[in-house]
């Protein structure tokens, strides 16, 4: 349908300014072609504090590389038993801070008179008479398109009802400073699972930013939440015990739930496209979000650019990661085996690219097999056959040709591998 230019009526909507809002946002901003679009962004926070942090490897120059706060290229890995220096060249560990990223969004949409920003609850999307819609204080606004980010109450008691794995990826982190310099910022501790596990699987990052301030996070893979109190005496004694700092200022906290789930997010309904969380695309055993994110906009924008439906499909053999996803949460959720011994034998049997790759979910069928070696396959097979016994159950996009292929690949490269 065609738009008839008006207050209430744009060429695109976007519901939700986090992450995969902005993203898209500035990967429209740079086409020529839409560049002229008018849009309208709808939060209920106007983005003015440093929120949250995103870490990701990349080999090269990304998208968003004018934002990078920082960035690492040795990552450490720690348990009680072992400490491993990980070499993840050509791979760099980069960090971006959330109010860069609403800061350089909101400065890049002022010098465009059709790009309004609205604060506001969305409090519906949906489809009419062709066109898709957004209700916000108590205005109904119209697009060609609604990219949502957010998950609504009836998608939220879809995921309740659905029979799938529900863990939680739940962190608090500080930003401290001391006086004396403590950190060696070249490096960065990916995993220290030398911490207590009572609670489920548990580990801490460190990001040294400079000699004397470092991003502290505690961070947990299970299914409750612990008070907001727990996580402070639990940095607390961290910083003591591991780090033997006893003395610094905290300059900023973060907290955040990620959920883990093999759980089919809706990815669109009409002319409302779901983006982020809301469309599946944090990875179900990892939490990993952003470079999904930064892929899939830029997918979205490809199809703007040559006047296509903007739909993001998942090729055959990509789909085998939402087997390893349901995998690992079988593993993790039924504790068949503790997450600090899944990544420990990964680690330290892996080159950490291979497994890197593995979780960006870009890994080779090589690679695939050398990784699912490391771990033991009497409770991984089992775990992955009662994954693909459910999926074939419930009708999941699992046909018996698609199986049967899949195995039919993998056979021929394990016989290369063993020749």
Request: proline residues 2%; glycine residues 4%.
């Amino acid at each position: 349908m065609q738009l008839i230019q008006t207050d209430n009526h744009f060429d695109y909507i976007i519901t939700g300014t986090g992450c995969a809002g902005l993203s898209l946002l500035l990967h429209i901003l740079q086409e020529p072609n839409l560049r002229d679009k008018s849009i309208l962004l709808i939060d209920n926070s106007l983005k003015e504090k440093n929120d949250k942090t995103w870490c990701f490897w990349e080999k090269e120059i990304g998208f968003l590389e004018n934002l990078v706060h920082h960035f690492w290229e040795e990552l450490i890995f720690h348990t009680d038993t072992e400490t491993l220096t990980l070499d993840i060249a050509p791979f760099k560990y980069k960090m971006i801070r959330s109010i860069d990223l609403y800061n350089y969004a909101k400065s890049r949409s002022l010098k465009k008179s059709k790009i309004k920003w609205l604060q506001a609850d969305v409090t519906a999307v949906g489809n009419e008479n062709g066109l898709a819609f957004a209700k916000a204080n108590n205005i109904t606004y119209y697009g060609q398109y609604v990219f949502n980010s957010i998950v609504f109450e009836q998608e939220q008691k879809a995921f309740e009802l659905d029979t799938c794995y529900k863990l939680l990826q739940h962190f608090k982190g500080w930003v401290i400073e001391t006086k004396e310099p403590l950190f060696d910022n070249k490096k960065a501790t990916f995993m220290d699972f030398r911490v207590d596990q009572k609670d489920g699987c548990a580990f801490v990052y460190v990001l040294p930013l400079s000699p004397t301030k470092a991003l502290v996070e505690y961070t947990f893979f299970n299914k409750e939440l612990i008070p907001q109190e727990k996580y402070d005496d639990l940095l607390k004694q961290y910083l003591k015990n591991q780090l033997g700092i006893n003395e610094y200022s905290i300059l900023e906290t973060e907290y955040g739930v990620i959920p883990m789930t093999n759980h089919r997010f809706k990815k669109q309904e009409g002319n409302v496209i779901n983006m982020g969380t809301a469309a599946g695309w944090t990875k179900g055993s990892s939490g990993f979000t952003f470079q999904f994110i930064q892929k899939n906009t830029y997918l979205i924008t490809e199809s703007l650019v040559h006047n296509k439906f903007p739909q993001i499909k998942t090729r055959f053999f990509e789909k085998r990661f939402n087997l390893f996803d349901s995998t690992l949460l079988n593993v993790l959720y039924n504790n068949r085996m503790t997450g600090k011994d899944i990544f420990q034998q990964l680690f330290s049997k892996q080159k950490a690219t291979s497994i890197l790759r593995f979780l960006d979910n870009n890994s080779s069928i090589k690679e695939d097999i050398k990784i699912m070696s490391s771990v033991p396959l009497s409770i991984f097979l089992s775990a992955a056959l009662n994954e693909l016994f459910n999926a074939v159950k419930k009708k999941v996009n699992i046909l018996f040709f698609d199986i049967c292929s899949l195995v039919s690949e993998y056979k021929i490269q394990l016989q290369s591998i063993i020749h």
